[in-house]
């Protein structure tokens, strides 16, 4: 029985001690420990508003034995047989894994599709692009099992919290290997070291209840009859066909929009966001929001940033995106002759260095590439990537330059050392980015300088580019069947088809997108 819900704030040594936080916990509920038979922790966040930091507790303490469904619960999949509905899933990143294991549940068979390699394979074309700057355009940081979460971060934090169960999703990972501290902490994270385990255990979990995971399996054609999609045709030559189809294939899979407009499947340009990344040392970033470099117990520290920009009378958000603290940037091209950066952290998050997206809205008015119809954002982007690469010398060297110098729009001389590996060229960003957005990003990194002290100078880089946080193309679906307008049996899902950015909102699509299939098929 519940007997007292309590929020606390407490020294990170209490609070990250078992028995201390326990002990802390009854003391300011005002009980002796005999009066209690268990704490249940709810949620932890760190409070970093006054002069020492602090951790903040929400706890439920129960007079006796809690409800077992505060340990669960854990998810049964029935064995699906040869029979039943068949749904393809063309992607194997959070969206495509997660409505796999959802269709499971719901009787139906899901067939995944993946161009690129299993998670464990993968690790060989990410070593290619590090060491040997060569990019395997099937297998890379964006394409390949788990999607471009895995290899790239492992974030679960989401505001989504409207679109889905985010408590369903994180209670999944945790009963595929997650720490179970990702269903207490505020701001919740796997580390990409150990998110291929999970991911792996993901899909053995669906090839053992009787679906189907198929790697290198690259879509090259739709089966399309009388707008209703049957199929898909592959590489090889191959088909598959199915009762629907879940196109789970993430922001990056260019060659994917580029067919759906051949094919006349209804597509839009949509808005999206552009910029760089920025390094900076952790211990700054620790100074500047707990006041002291000596963290002791708690995590390295992170920051969240926007400004509102104007520009030749235009006004635009900038803002900071996927922030890594304890972190490294990773080259997350898809194709050759193009620079893409992205950011990662590890489970401890204890690199010496901490990285985060900052980048600008970029609206269809920004983009003079309206000759490609829907798909101008994604030339847009692509021009962009290849100009990155060209500067920086047609490798996987991407173009960088010290923060202070951006500012005063002075190339560097030198810079600083850096986690990214392939290593970076000095070049004057503006020549790259364009005045406008360069002036954009510069207005918010003044801003950003005045609200976290240090943040804005030399003692910083900025590499770029920072071009893939969201898709530049929405693929349209019905609000309540969540099936194409047009196609029958089409059903756009993830960030991909522009309805989710990060791996939790992701999943809670591709549950959504499965929920929406069962109840087609069940007609």
Not at 11 to 17: G, L, Q, S
Request: hydrophobic share 40%; glycine share 10%; charged share 25%.
């Amino acid at each position: 029985m519940l007997k007292q819900e309590l929020e606390v704030l407490l020294a990170p040594e209490v609070a990250f001690d078992e028995l201390a936080r326990y002990e802390a916990i009854l003391q300011q509920a005002g009980l002796a420990p005999g009066e209690a038979d268990f704490v249940h922790l709810r949620r932890r966040s760190i409070d970093a508003r006054g002069r020492q930091p602090l951790v903040r507790l929400r706890a439920d303490i129960y007079q006796s034995a809690p409800p077992s469904e505060l340990f669960g619960p854990w998810f049964v999949y029935p064995n699906v047989k040869a029979n039943n509905p068949r749904v393809l899933i063309i992607g194997a990143g959070p969206a495509g894994l997660f409505a796999a294991l959802r269709c499971l549940e719901l009787g139906l068979k899901p067939i995944v599709l993946e161009r690129g390699r299993d998670v464990r394979a993968r690790r060989r074309d990410l070593a290619a692009i590090n060491k040997d700057q060569l990019v395997n355009p099937d297998s890379n940081y964006c394409f390949g099992e788990g999607g471009a979460g895995t290899y790239s971060d492992g974030k679960l934090y989401t505001r989504a919290t409207k679109r889905g169960d985010v408590g369903r999703v994180l209670r999944r990972l945790v009963q595929h290997g997650a720490t179970p501290d990702i269903l207490v902490d505020a701001h919740p994270h796997i580390g990409t070291n150990k998110l291929p385990a999970v991911v792996q255990a993901l899909r053995e979990a669906i090839i053992d209840a009787g679906g189907e995971v198929h790697f290198e399996t690259r879509v090259t054609d739709l089966l399309l009859d009388n707008n209703q999609l049957r199929g898909v045709v592959t590489a090889t030559g191959a088909t598959v066909e199915a009762e629907a189809t879940i196109l789970a294939t993430g922001h990056s899979a260019r060659d994917i929009y580029e067919l759906l407009h051949r094919r006349g499947v209804l597509i839009e340009a949509k808005p999206f966001a552009l910029g760089v990344r920025v390094e900076h040392p952790q211990e700054l970033i620790d100074q500047a929001q707990y006041r002291r470099i000596d963290r002791g117990l708690l995590p390295a520290a992170s920051y969240s940033l926007v400004h509102q920009t104007e520009v030749r009378g235009e006004q635009r958000g900038v803002f900071s995106f996927c922030m890594c603290p304890g972190g490294f940037i990773v080259p997350a091209a898809t194709a050759p002759g193009e620079v893409v950066v992205n950011g990662m952290s590890p489970s401890r998050r204890d690199s010496r260095y901490a990285n985060s997206g900052i980048v600008a809205a970029v609206e269809l008015a920004d983009m003079d590439v309206k000759q490609y119809g829907p798909l101008a954002g994604l030339h847009f982007q692509q021009q962009i990537e290849q100009l990155a690469c060209r500067a920086a010398g047609g490798t996987q060297h991407a173009p960088a330059q010290l923060l202070g110098d951006f500012l005063k729009n002075k190339q560097s001389a030198s810079l600083l050392e850096t986690s990214y590996q392939p290593g970076l060229v000095s070049v004057q960003m503006d020549d790259v980015l364009g005045s406008v957005l360069a002036e954009r990003l510069r207005q918010g990194f003044r801003d950003f300088g005045r609200k976290i002290p240090g943040y804005a100078t030399n003692a910083a880089q900025i590499v770029g580019v920072e071009s893939r946080t969201s898709a530049p193309i929405r693929i349209p679906r019905d609000k309540d069947t969540l099936r194409h307008p047009e196609v029958a049996g089409l059903y756009p899902c993830g960030e991909g088809a522009g309805y989710a950015g990060g791996i939790v909102s992701a999943a809670m699509d591709g549950e959504r997108c499965a929920e929406a299939v069962r109840a087609a098929v069940s007609r």
